[in-house]
């Protein structure tokens, strides 16, 4: 029976040991890839809410942690590699079994459209209302049903900054809107183009948006991270701590 | 063993056995009572909320106006004094995960909203009680808590096609509709998984008529000619020509056991 009380004792310490062990003996490297309001990258990163909220469930987890700033188009070549440990934010394709993702999603995103401000369509369920609009749609990405089953006229946006064109091309008529997966994005107040479009949002339609994990990390590491994310998730909300914040 | 010795045995285990299923069967009174105090609470929460954001569309459509009140714990503040002011009781104290979630998921589609509530170029920013509601739905239904709560009506008066009632939901409005009562079903589903549902009836307001209601209740005509009125509403959908008597559809719960216990 003492025995028996002792293996426990000595279970349960070196579990707490191991998990206090990966922690503080770990140095990750957090990538950040630009996602305004949440990270903003041409900014003062830190100054982000994204940044403030990981930095701190982190440091509460004693890992050591090197914080890079990434390009979109290098960000998961850098992940599958092991150049760096982890990646946010981030919506993990489908076809990506190189990388892995933690359990809980960071936040959700949801899409709409961007409309010159005196054309603004403000419940985007009234589909009745796109008949005959002419709406970008950026070539390849993938639309809401309420859009593809509606009377508008899908126009797709071609080219390297397709927001841009989005805007431009509203700003100048020829289009009425233009699809946007995230339009938070670009219709926060931060941003200069908050004067000169206004979104909304096809409620319902959300995209999942999480932190992503190099499979070169171990799996004790990674299951330390998960399990500090989710208790810190339960404790406060990312989504609700972005729109507590000051 | 003698016979009073086996009669005093069989006493014993019988008195044991009945207290034993009177103290089950307390149990389940109290949880049950529990659960649906819970769910009432949820109810009337969101109904709250509803109409405060009904109240608020002054603030919420203004220009140059401050917005505080809408965001943040100003809003749940705010969604508390109405509480308060509508079922004349305090609001529920914050004592389930699931009260919660709900609260911080209206504060966080508030903040979805605060560029439009903010944007002085638009003038109807199209957050009223209904979409608000579904705003809400939308939100908690990412959150993977096992907790849903739609403001639904019968299948064919949906305007948005996402909000159509479940078969369960349709199923209560046919009961109910014309005598309407709260619907309480312990033994549902949820997800697959065995939940409890309730599905409360909401009497038709005056203020759902402006856009449902005849064109007389539209406040886009207000000050015109009656040859000069229009069926479409201000959100741009066509009124239904409903009247206060009609049914008003109702708030649908759900919520997994497994997030009661």
């Known amino acids: 029976m003492v025995f028996a009380k002792k293996v426990k004792k000595i279970y349960c310490l070196s579990v707490l040991s191991l998990f206090s062990f990966v922690s503080l003996s770990q140095t990750l490297t957090v990538g950040f890839i630009d996602f305004p309001p949440h990270i903003a990258l041409h900014e003062e990163y830190k100054d982000s809410p994204l940044y403030q909220y990981i930095n701190k469930v982190f440091l509460q987890a004693n890992f050591k942690v090197v914080y890079v700033k990434l390009p979109r188009e290098r960000a998961f070549t850098e992940l599958i590699k ?37 054309n603004y369509i403000p419940i985007l ?12 749609v950026p070539a390849g990405s993938q639309v809401v049903a309420a859009l593809t089953g509606s009377q508008a006229n899908l126009i797709p946006l071609k080219g390297e900054d397709v927001t841009s064109r989005g ?12 699809y ?19 979104c909304s949002y096809f409620h319902g339609y959300s995209t999942p948006i999480y932190i992503a994990i190099t499979n070169t990390m171990s799996k004790e590491t990674f299951t330390a991270i998960n399990k500090i994310f989710q208790k810190a998730m339960l404790e406060e909300p990312y989504e609700y701590y972005f729109a507590m914040r000051k | 063993m003698t016979l009073s010795n086996i009669k005093k045995v069989a006493l014993k285990v019988f008195c044991i056995l009945s207290a034993s299923i009177y103290l089950i069967s307390f149990n389940v009174h109290a949880n049950d009572a529990h659960m649906k105090s819970l769910i009432n609470d949820i109810t009337k ?33 705010n969604i508390k004094q109405t509480y308060l002011a509508k079922y004349k009781e305090e609001f529920p104290k914050e004592d389930h995960f699931a009260k919660t979630v709900l609260l911080q998921a209206m504060v966080e589609v508030m903040d979805d909203n605060k560029a439009l509530l903010y944007d002085d170029e638009i003038g109807f920013k199209g957050i009223i009680p209904a979409t608000f509601a ?64 309730q599905f409360t009836p909401l009497p038709m307001a005056h203020y759902c008529l402006a856009c449902h209601g005849v064109p007389d209740n539209n406040p886009l ?18 009124m239904e020509n409903w009247t206060i008597d009609d049914f008003g559809g109702g708030v649908s719960i759900s919520i997994e056991k497994s997030v009661l216990e």
């Not at chain 1, 209302?129 to 709406?135: D, G, P, Q, V």
């Open chain 2, 221 to 238: 005509n207000a000050g015109k000619k009656r040859s000069e009125w229009s069926n479409i509403d201000i959100t741009g959908f066509e």
């Open chain 1, 125 to 136: 369920s009234a589909t009745h209302r796109f008949e005959k609009l002419n709406i970008g």
């Open chain 1, 180 to 198: 946007h997966p995230s339009p938070v994005k670009v219709y926060h107040q931060e941003n200069p183009l908050y004067k000169e479009v206004a």
């Open chain 1, 82 to 118: 092991g150049r760096v440990d982890v990646l946010m934010p981030t919506s993990i394709p489908s076809n990506h079994e190189t990388v892995r993702k933690l359990s809980v999603p960071l936040f959700h995103t949801v899409p709409g459209l961007c409309f010159k401000k005196e």
């Open chain 2, 45 to 77: 929460m969101y109904m709250s909320s509803m109409v405060y954001v009904f109240k608020s569309q002054q603030i919420i459509n203004g220009k140059n106006i401050d917005k505080k009140e809408l965001l943040g714990k100003r809003f749940i503040d």
């Open chain 1, 167 to 178: 805007v431009e091309l509203t700003q100048r008529g020829r289009l009425d809107a233009f």
């Open chain 2, 134 to 197: 579904f705003q809400l739905s939308a939100k908690l239904s990412t959150k993977g808590v096992g907790l849903k709560i739609k403001f639904t009506r019968t299948a064919g008066q949906i305007r948005n096609k996402l909000n159509r009632p479940d078969s369960w939901e349709s199923s209560v409005m046919k009961k109910i509709q014309n005598t309407p009562q709260i619907y309480y079903d312990e033994n549902a589903l949820l997800n697959g998984k065995p939940a409890i549902r």
